[in-house]
């Protein structure tokens, strides 16, 4: 069975596993590993094969962009990195074009925006993630860029409501669906032309790759996406998408977990008077909470066993890290985000309520 093949009523673990797997064929893995190559065999004329030279396409990634547009239920593009994404997609922006974005998302979006659209002549409006923030940032957009649940603050918006209203009034929809994913939130079923994702996090789950991809109904736009790979070179390699695929068909039981930990956690913190502004959108593996001073939180990172100290987020391993340390979010000294494995509940909970009691 192919991913094409596959039946709209499958449950999300169901089509993790099996999307973008080859027919089965006699003797043959159900993944077949990695193709290494730069150039391909190619005789006679350029378009006698779909593999020429790897700039420009090879079967891993492939494999690997079916199954994500089995998921997404679009057409993906995968790219080096979940920058080189949001790269392909919003630099191709002009003089005169307006891009609308999060003022509280993603960092990275930002400094696209500030140091290489604005000198262009890109006008950038910056608005918070706020339904009514956005509709009054709409009118002469271009593009207009949502990051919901946006990270770190793990704010929402009417993603649907939003689109229609974006797009009636001529501008492109992108969605950066990195902490939802596409088995909690399909931004194309909400009217977004494109979606956004970092595969480093959730996705891929195991902290050892950085990959991004773009999903799209659009074949044009599909097509200018993998133009734009190839002639700026932002191209995966083929094993980091192997081991991306292999990583996805555990996705959905590892979310299972992740929020299961993450439901867990937000009750433990919510009971507690020494931990305010307690966040968790309700998908995803992200808490974010706020202890009073930068010192405790450093602390309280410092104290815990089974979480590891570090940037990013959606690992099988649970981590965490006082997002102030950066300077890139207005967010308080002592604000944490953490992000929940795959430990057992029990176990990560007594982890972090020790760290706190012995910090407090």
């Known amino acids: 069975m192919t991913d094409h093949d596959l039946p709209g009523a499958l449950g999300p673990s169901t089509r993790a596993v099996h999307a973008g797997l080859p027919a089965p064929a006699q003797g043959e893995p159900f993944l077949p590993g990695p193709v290494f190559a730069s150039p391909y065999h190619l005789q006679g004329p350029v378009d006698a094969s779909r593999f020429v030279y790897q700039r420009y396409g090879n079967p891993t990634w492939d494999r690997l962009e079916a199954a994500l547009g089995e998921l997404e239920g679009g057409e993906a593009v995968v790219f080096a990195s979940g920058m080189a994404a949001v790269s392909a997609v919003v630099l191709p922006l002009r003089a005169g074009d307006v891009l609308v974005a999060p003022s509280d998302g993603y960092p990275g979006v930002r400094a696209i925006a500030r140091e290489q659209l604005e000198p262009r002549g890109v006008e950038v409006r910056l608005v918070p993630t706020d339904d009514a923030a956005v509709r009054a940032a709409l009118p002469g957009a271009t593009m207009v860029w949502l990051e919901s649940p946006s990270n770190p603050g793990l704010d929402v918006v009417d993603v649907a409501a939003l689109a229609g209203?974006?797009?009636?009034g001529g501008a492109?929809?992108?969605?950066?669906?990195?902490l939802a994913g596409p088995l909690r939130q399909r931004p194309l079923d909400l009217g977004?032309?494109?979606?956004v994702t970092s595969a480093s996090k959730h996705l891929s789950g195991h902290s050892d790759l950085v990959?991004?991809?773009?999903a799209v109904r659009d074949r044009a736009r599909a097509d200018a996406l993998r133009a734009w790979r190839g002639t700026t070179g932002g191209i995966p390699g083929p094993f980091e998408a192997w081991l991306a695929h292999r990583s996805l068909a555990t996705v959905a039981v590892r979310l299972e977990r992740q929020e299961a930990n993450a439901a867990a956690l937000t009750g433990l913190l919510g009971a507690r008077d020494d931990v305010t502004d307690v966040r968790w959108p309700g998908v995803g593996s992200v808490v974010c909470f706020t202890v009073q001073s930068a010192g405790r939180a450093q602390a309280f990172l410092a104290a815990t066993r089974l979480v590891a100290e570090a940037t990013s987020f959606g690992g099988l391993h649970s981590s965490a890290e006082r997002r102030g340390r950066w300077g890139t979010d207005a967010v308080a000294e002592g604000f944490i985000r953490f992000s929940t494995g795959i430990e057992d509940t029990a176990d990560l909970l007594t982890d972090v309520a020790g760290a706190l009691d012995a910090t407090r």
């Open 165 to 168: 209203e974006a797009r009636a």
């Open 172 to 178: 492109a929809v992108v969605v950066d669906n990195t």
């Open 192 to 195: 977004a032309d494109l979606s």
């Open 211 to 214: 990959l991004g991809y773009v």
